[in-house]
């Protein structure tokens, strides 16, 4: 990865006849605007918003069966065969619909992040891009960079932009 970027530095230099000194290069650590751009928040807020009943119910499900389980083991040297096995049948019953549950929350909450995941990633490269132009960046770098001092860090101007689109 690194050698790329020295190869599209070197490409860029020579075939725009500009000296390093001209360039102006700038560094975005898109990782931390993803923890810390107001979308980011308001992601995770609408996230938790939207699937916290579902995990409440399927929580207090757990619990029941956990109590119909311990019920079983408890009583069962008291209770008739037919009892243990209808007790036996119903928490195999409602085990598989419990993790059927599971499993559609997990699927769906996994879609839902990920959506709002793409849209903030497409707002972040939006502000990114809005930046290089409006400050005349020739480079903009983001993820694989392994060292940028803190003079070409723009990732607090283009937190920023984001908190700006963010208020509208």
Same mark, same amino acid.
């Given at each position: 990865?690194?050698?790329?970027?020295?190869?599209?530095?070197?490409?860029?230099?020579?075939?725009?006849?500009?000296?390093?000194?001209?360039?102006?290069?700038?560094?975005?650590?898109?990782?931390?605007?993803?923890?810390?751009?107001?979308?980011?928040?308001?992601?995770?807020?609408?996230?938790?918003?939207?699937?916290?009943? !579902?995990?409440? *119910? #399927?929580?207090?499900? @757990? /619990? +029941?069966?956990?109590?119909?389980?311990?019920? %079983?083991? =408890?009583?069962?040297?008291?209770?008739?065969?037919?009892?243990?096995?209808?007790?036996?049948?119903?928490?195999?019953?409602?085990?598989?619909?419990?993790?059927?549950?599971?499993?559609?929350?997990?699927?769906?909450?996994?879609?839902? !992040?990920?959506? *709002? #995941?793409?849209?903030? @990633? /497409? +707002?972040?490269?939006?502000?990114?891009?809005? %930046?290089? =132009?409006?400050?005349?960046?020739?480079?903009?770098?983001?993820?694989?960079?392994?060292?940028?001092?803190?003079?070409?860090?723009?990732?607090?101007?283009?937190?920023?932009?984001?908190?700006?689109?963010?208020?509208?």
């Amino acid at each position: 990865m690194g050698k790329k970027i020295g190869v599209a530095l070197l490409v860029l230099l020579t075939s725009a006849g500009v000296s390093a000194a001209d360039l102006k290069i700038g560094f975005v650590n898109v990782a931390k605007l993803l923890e810390k751009a107001p979308q980011a928040e308001k992601a995770k807020k609408d996230l938790e918003r939207e699937f916290a009943p !579902r995990d409440k *119910k #399927l929580v207090a499900e @757990q /619990k +029941e069966l956990k109590q119909m389980e311990e019920k %079983l083991n =408890k009583d069962a040297a008291v209770m008739s065969d037919s009892e243990k096995q209808r007790l036996d049948k119903e928490i195999i019953s409602r085990k598989r619909e419990a993790k059927r549950l599971q499993d559609e929350f997990r699927d769906d909450f996994n879609l839902s !992040r990920n959506e *709002k #995941l793409s849209q903030l @990633q /497409k +707002e972040i490269f939006e502000a990114i891009q809005s %930046l290089a =132009k409006e400050d005349s960046y020739d480079l903009l770098l983001t993820d694989g960079v392994v060292y940028a001092s803190e003079a070409i860090d723009v990732t607090g101007k283009v937190e920023k932009k984001l908190e700006q689109s963010f208020k509208r």
